[in-house]
T-cell receptor, first 114, second 112 residues
């Protein structure tokens, strides 16, 4: 089955700095890679996703990059703000071949210091 | 309007009891899920239900059983509750397989 590794488990940055969270996956059939943000005591919510037919996607201060050859994808947050503090989860699943059941990384706790 | 709702929000019960958590989505989605989030925040998928096809995570004990009376509802029934079942349980739905998931607010289950 799919295995998703996520690093780091904790990331502490100063406001205005950039933050990068990395995930690797094992199943070459995986082709959908979402990122979820979970604030304390709340539900996970999608912030950005990417499918394997593109290498990069941006949405304002957030971007995701995908390297299919190396089987890794990353979340980039620029100009971090205190409200970006949360746990971020990556996930991987497949529309064909591999498992369509999403496999989640173990999460990264991002702390943005004012 | 609440897209994905769960009841109850909190559930405190004793070991050995049987309990149910209800989930409803009004998004017209075809696929629904149940997740368990433990104290370390790890999100573990328990079940996926799509067009009457149930996919079970093989690591889930058979004390847990999903029940879907219709496409908009996927309830979770738990028999013989154990201390290790204490966690937050999230329901989610998506417009078909391999798409964005919309999570419910979660149910915090505490087994004493």
């Amino acid at each position: 089955g799919e295995n998703v590794e996520q690093h780091p488990s904790t990331l502490s940055v100063q406001e205005g700095d950039s933050a990068v969270i990395k995930c690797t996956y094992s199943d070459s059939a995986s082709n959908y890679f979402p990122w979820y943000k979970q604030e304390l005591g709340k539900r996970p919510q999608l912030i950005i996703d990417i499918r394997s037919n593109v290498g990069e996607k941006k949405d304002q201060r957030i971007a995701v990059t995908l390297n299919k050859t190396a089987k890794h994808f990353s979340l980039h947050i620029t100009e971090t703000q205190p409200e970006d503090s949360a746990v971020y989860f990556c996930a991987a699943s497949s529309t064909s071949g591999g498992s369509y059941i999403p496999t989640f990384g173990r999460g990264t706790s991002l702390i943005v210091h004012p | 309007d609440t897209a994905v709702s769960q009841t109850p929000k909190y559930l405190v019960t004793q070991m050995g009891n049987d309990k149910s958590i209800k989930c409803e989505q009004n998004l017209g989605h075809d696929t629904m899920y149940w997740y368990k989030q433990d104290s370390k925040k790890f999100l573990k998928i328990m079940f996926s239900y799509n067009n009457k096809e149930l996919i079970i995570n093989e690591t889930v004990p058979n004390r847990f059983s999903p029940k879907s009376p219709d496409k908009a509802h996927l309830n979770l029934h738990i028999n013989s509750l154990e201390l290790g079942d204490s966690a937050v349980y999230f329901c989610a739905s998506s417009p078909g397989l391999v798409n964005e998931q919309y999570f419910g607010p979660g149910t915090r289950l505490t087994v004493t």
